[in-house]
């Protein structure tokens, strides 16, 4: 393969805001949650790098038949692979895909393929496009791309704020994350937060039902979070983490009276002593997605609340870590259900690709 841009690219990243900003000059596309993936293309030569550096060709062999055929024969695309249902986005489906074996990975090939959906174009032939402003990007892109192969997908993009804010609130039934911005006169910018990333951000009380440590092993790592469902079960929701060098030392003076006896009647007992997983609702020990990491657990007397931030749920728990706000004495346990969280009514994923093709 020799490319103007060649493998690995680490790809342009975002900050976050809490609104759509109106600032001139900022495009707008919806903020699509799957796999990020830079694809090289050198004729027959095609390559699926991730954000990450680990390769991802391996787990998407139908994306690669699909892509040489929608894709000029020499590139360099910035995109999404993405796994497309008839109510939205399904991220659980799709990471699904990243199984060590190949006769596992061919068949979900066939069963549930993926898509990819292009944003960026960063070399065509023999021009590195980097350089070139994003608006020139853009225009290239959507010149290079052959959509009509039903799973490759050009991004919409708008230069207008309403509409943005619209995306924003309609499509979040379908499984989109938000919205991103991004100034159309500027470079593409490898590990560099110049993009602008508007998600949906929401509070809800959890049960703090334990703890792991942090892999300094001097501190709290995360916080095991957790619901009542309507059977009164205690379901594992995800975690809230991110926490600073000395928050981590704190939570662990002010957990510690709620480690005695705790697994007394903790609701999780047999979980915490298999170290199991069986049906991603309550935590476990090693897990295939998580790279060999030790994900065994502190538990805790489910007496503790906290307000978490979030930003949506998908299949009963938390699409990505929710961070700590508070904890809330004031809370009971008990009233931490399932019944507090926003309910998005379903988008139809089709409808965002057709208003781009009417505009």
Avoid at 281 to 289: A, E, N, V
Wanted: aromatic content about 8%.
């Amino acid at each position: 393969m020799d490319l103007p841009v060649m493998p690995p690219v680490k790809p342009m990243l975002a900050k976050s805001a809490p609104s759509v900003p109106r600032t001139p000059g900022l495009l707008f596309e919806p903020k699509w949650d799957g796999f990020r993936c830079i694809v090289f293309r050198d004729g027959d030569e095609l390559e699926l790098g991730s954000r990450n550096d680990r390769p991802l060709t391996r787990y998407f062999p139908e994306l690669v038949e699909l892509l040489r055929d929608a894709l000029p024969q020499r590139c360099v695309v910035d995109g999404e692979i993405v796994m497309v249902t008839g109510t939205g986005l399904d991220f659980d489906t799709l990471q699904q895909r990243l199984h060590p074996a190949a006769s596992r990975v061919n068949k979900l090939a066939k069963e549930t393929p993926a898509s990819f959906v292009a944003f960026d174009l960063l070399a065509l032939g023999d021009e590195d496009l980097t350089v070139e402003p994003f608006v020139e990007r853009r225009r290239r892109l959507e010149s290079s791309i052959d959509a009509k192969f039903g799973r490759v997908h050009l991004t919409p993009v708008t230069d207008d704020p309403d509409v943005a804010e619209d995306w924003f609130d309609r499509f979040e039934g379908a499984g989109f994350d938000g919205v991103m911005a991004k100034a159309g006169d500027q470079p593409y910018q490898q590990d560099k937060r110049v993009m602008v990333k508007i998600k949906h951000e929401r509070t809800a009380d959890c049960v703090v039902a334990g703890f792991r440590w942090h892999k300094d092993g001097e501190g709290v790592g995360s916080l095991l979070l957790g619901l009542f469902d309507d059977q009164r079960r205690l379901n594992h929701v995800g975690v809230a983490s991110s926490f600073t060098a000395a928050r981590r030392r704190e939570l662990v003076t002010e957990l510690a009276p709620l480690r005695e006896h705790a697994l007394d009647n903790h609701p999780w007992r047999e979980w915490a002593e298999a170290h199991a997983d069986s049906d991603g609702k309550m935590p476990g020990g090693l897990s295939r997605w998580s790279g060999g990491k030790d994900l065994s657990w502190q538990a805790l007397r489910t007496e503790l609340v906290a307000e978490v931030r979030y930003e949506h749920v998908q299949s009963g728990r938390f699409r990505h870590g929710g961070r700590l706000v508070r904890f809330r004495p004031d809370r009971q346990p008990e009233s931490c259900t399932y019944a507090q969280l926003d309910e998005v009514a379903p988008a139809e994923l089709a409808t965002i690709f057709d208003e781009q093709e009417k505009s």
